[in-house]
């Protein structure tokens, strides 16, 4: 998926062609017929820290960009996909192994540095080990496998993925998820600190 993004000329709900206008302090493309205001471009991915053994489960990219680096698996989230199925989705297909989301431990925020690029952030989970066997995706990963956190610091490795690994060796629990919070939206999910950890 590409971080490069042409800006919408013609409304994608009715087809009429969008106007700029003043919203919020800033220009942005509206519909004059409709309500639909561009807030700009966005793209949502994935990646988690499976520990196993005293062994973590790290990826090498198979492909540019950062082929031959050392990584957490992880993707994009799909339109219509929470956050949790896509990271136990993008373990599965890339690794063969089964997982399940425990907490959110960091969250990278990549605002564009231009019009043409999208605002990118990235969610990151420790998950638990469910079952599976190691089979890299070879479209995606050319290597694959569980390192201790000491070999961790002999490879080429994304310095996100070390320090989310690294974090993820600390007592805090991180955000779990909440379902006794009624919210908006039948898809929505509330992810907080654990309530019994606040003082």
Not at 28 to 50: E, M, Q
Request: net charge negative; aromatic share 8%; charged share 20%.
């Amino acid at each position: 998926m590409s971080d490069h993004t042409t800006p919408y000329t013609f409304c994608p709900l009715c087809a009429e062609t969008l106007q700029k206008s003043m919203i919020d302090n800033h220009p942005r493309s509206s519909c004059p017929s409709c309500s639909y205001v561009d807030w700009g471009n966005f793209s949502l991915g994935v990646g988690g820290v499976l520990w196993h053994e005293g062994k973590v489960l790290l990826v090498q990219r198979g492909h540019n960009p950062g082929k031959g680096t050392w990584t957490i698996p992880g993707g994009y989230v799909d339109q219509r996909e929470s956050i949790e199925d896509a990271i136990v989705r993008e373990i599965q297909e890339e690794t063969g192994i089964n997982a399940k989301p425990l907490s959110i431990i960091a969250l990278r925020d990549r605002p564009s540095d231009g019009p043409s690029e999208k605002h990118d952030a990235y969610i990151i989970f420790l998950m638990s080990f469910q079952g599976g066997a190691l089979q890299a995706q070879p479209e995606e990963v050319s290597n694959l496998g569980f390192f201790t956190l000491k070999e961790c610091h002999t490879f080429q490795i994304a310095s996100l993925s070390l320090s989310a690994i690294e974090a993820s060796l600390s007592i805090s629990q991180g955000l779990v998820i909440n379902t006794n919070v009624k919210l908006l939206g039948k898809l929505s999910t509330l992810h907080q600190i654990c309530p019994s950890l606040i003082r």
